[in-house]
């Protein structure tokens, strides 16, 4: 079956296919929570027969991706956030409010090798979900990311770069200090995490980081797994199931 994957997220849209239980080269594309960046039709298929779509960006531009779709045909289904999935247990008592996002990240970790697992992504913001080896969300914490903490800044104080500078334990220059008390913050909160994880199942989880701002952390992280298609990893375990 020609099957694609979509998953709109708050400054991305990535979409891949999905053939003969392979995940195919995924795309970017960039939105700014209103529009598509220009030319992002020519990114989509031109036919398929199933498309599997994920979203957490606002109503009128999940109804721009979903009419582009509907022209070209094909049946298109909507991931939900499910109390329980394909041996993966939620623990938000109203599953709807867990992004879908970190719904399908945690079915992909669960997917994978059914360890434990701390799943960390790094996009508009820093999310932290533990998953243990029954398949139990324990639950999980949200924070802005680095790059949200940048530009939080620079829209207080415009003086401060949104981008730049290095990572240094002690900076001896604004921009580096910037990267470095954002991108460290970040740092903290998942080694804190990880403590925390290992103390309460008795055992270290495998880190896996995906998100756009996963990159910059993982020089920091010598023991973390990159996953930079996670979430799309999920989203086709999802429609082998429900879909």
Same mark, same amino acid.
């Given at each position: ?58 109503? #009128? ?8 779709? #509907? ?5 298109? %289904?909507? +991931? ?27 079915? +992909? $970790?669960? $997917? ?16 932290? =979900?533990?998953? =243990? $080896? ?8 949200? #924070? ?12 207080? #104080? ?16 604004? =921009? ?27 055992? %270290?989880? %495998? ?35 429900? $879909?």
């Amino acid at each position: 079956m020609n099957t694609w994957l979509f998953d709109l997220g708050n400054s991305r849209l990535k979409l891949a296919p999905w053939r003969d239980g392979k995940l195919g080269e995924v795309t970017a594309v960039g939105h700014d929570g209103s529009g598509f960046e220009p030319g992002w039709l020519r990114h989509l298929p031109d036919t398929f027969e199933l498309a599997c779509v994920a979203t957490v960006a606002p109503s #009128a531009l999940t109804v721009r991706l979903l009419d582009a779709l #509907a022209a070209r045909g094909g049946r298109i %289904t909507i +991931a939900r956030t499910q109390a329980a999935f394909a041996g993966v247990r939620i623990a938000y008592a109203q599953p709807r409010r867990l992004g879908v996002d970190r719904f399908l990240a945690l079915l +992909a $970790a669960r $997917a994978r090798d059914g360890r434990p697992a701390l799943v960390v992504g790094v996009g508009t913001a820093l999310t932290v =979900d533990l998953l =243990d $080896a029954d398949g139990h969300h324990r639950g999980g914490r949200i #924070a802005p990311s680095p790059a949200l903490m940048r530009a939080a800044l620079h829209q207080r #104080a415009t003086v401060l770069p949104t981008e730049g500078g290095l990572y240094r334990e002690f900076a001896a220059d604004t =921009d580096d200090a910037l990267a470095s008390g954002c991108e460290g913050a970040a740092l903290g909160l998942v080694a804190r995490s990880m403590d925390a994880a290992t103390q309460l199942l008795g055992g %270290t989880p %495998t880190l896996l980081l995906h998100g756009g701002g996963a990159p910059a952390l993982l020089p920091r992280l010598p023991l973390a797994t990159h996953a930079p298609a996670l979430v799309l990893e999920g989203l086709a375990h999802w429609a082998r199931v429900a $879909a």
